[in-house]
């Protein structure tokens, strides 16, 4: 998105855009999204003071790059979306209390036996496209489960004798990378002295 505001950095107008844009999903009409968003805003803040004609440009450029959400924007979608959410909530809590396995959902994550986290990608991922009539996402996750590690322990390794080592790719590793390398090494040599 193009910088229209020049009292913001980008920064500062990248997080406006993301306010009102939220506001505006949540809202039965733009105006009522933007003074939500100025609601919200600290008081004599140079947000707070945008006006509604700076805003409105904002969502315009915004709607101008992603054409397929303008239609969504000032109409009270959010809650439609949210009542989505939760049916794809209720399919995962469903699932695992019939197997008799905890799971507790901390708003669109959820947290199971490490013994049982595959099975929970499989079951997010099947009622997502349930829920979108078919349209995939492919939920990632955090870490990998024990149960993920097992099953790949016991995977075929027929053609690990066929693996050239000299053949591995390598990487250039960032400045940002070696940097983290130095710190975590650093901490290492604290912790072990």
Not at 35 to 57: G, I
């Amino acid at each position: 998105m193009e910088h229209l505001l020049l009292d913001f950095t980008a920064g500062e107008q990248r997080k406006v855009v993301k306010g009102i844009v939220l506001n505006a999903i949540n809202a039965a009409t733009v105006k009522k999204a933007f003074q939500a968003y100025q609601v919200d805003q600290p008081s004599k803040s140079k947000e707070r003071k945008l006006k509604h004609k700076q805003l409105h440009l904002l969502l315009d450029a915004f709607k101008e790059k992603h054409p397929t959400l303008g239609d969504s924007l000032g109409t009270d979608k959010g809650v439609e979306l949210m009542n989505v959410d939760g049916r794809i909530t209720t399919k995962i809590i469903n699932h695992f209390t019939k197997k008799n396995i905890p799971v507790l959902t901390i708003h669109d994550s959820y947290v199971i036996p490490d013994t049982h986290s595959g099975e929970l990608r499989t079951i997010m991922n099947k009622a997502v496209t349930e829920e979108l009539n078919g349209f995939k996402i492919n939920l990632d996750q955090e870490g990998i489960g024990r149960d993920q590690i097992q099953a790949f322990m016991n995977m075929d390794r027929a053609n690990a004798l066929d693996y050239n080592h000299n053949q591995r790719v390598t990487y250039n590793r960032t400045e940002g990378y070696n940097n983290r390398l130095k710190q975590h090494n650093k901490w290492l040599l604290k912790v072990n002295n």
